[in-house]
DNA sequence: GTACTGATATGCT
DNA sequence: GCATATCAGTACC
């Protein structure tokens, strides 16, 4: 497989949100190598939409990422204990971004369970296993994504997206959480493959 | 399976 | 001060 280049991420945060679904996240550091098909995302259309950190051009230490051009993750903390990754897209100062909701664990479970439970694989519950990351703040834990990979390159060789070619339904959603962004909640800029089992929420 | 609660960084008013 | 792009633990179906 292949790793996506510049130009793919250098389009709209929906037509770049759409295409990521399938593709494989991979994360290596330390020797290790973490990977997670991307199953489930949200575009974040920037000045125009009120549920983007960017809206109306908001520019502040935490969203300045945003601003650059498409192929450079925007790691943000939430409700101050998780992070969320989001993979920003379009042009220089056009601040638009697609937050990965979910993946599937494709390699390197062993390190993704020992990231989010302090357990070896084996010893997970059937419960545990499904949550490794179904979820934004999850999926962040497992993959070891943190403040210290904002801004990080995805065209380097540390974090990174592969090219998977696969046929799936895409189903269309509102995006979640979302209930003070007023029109822009019903927007349906949620992404996610039919039928996958890791997917966070209906 | 759902319902509730608490943890607490960042940016806004 | 107050709200938020969340999750785990607990209690209860």
Redesign the pocket.
Known sequence: MKKLERNFYKRSAIEVAKELLGKYLVHEYKGNKLIGKIVEV?A?MGIEDK????YGG?R????EV?YKEGGYT?V???????Y?V?IVTSEVDIPQ?V?I?ALEPIEGLEEMSRN?YKKSYEELTA?QKK?LT??????C?AMNID?TLNGEDLCNDRLYILDNKEKFNIVYSK???????EEAKDYLWRFYIEGNRYF?KK
């Open positions: 949200e974040y549920a983007a950190h960017s908001r502040t230490v935490r969203t945003m925007y943000f903390q939430i409700y101050g204990m998780y969320c989001n971004a937050l909701r989010r419960y949550n179904n979820g934004p703040g999850k999926l834990l403040k995006r979640i959480n979302i209930d003070y962004a966070s």
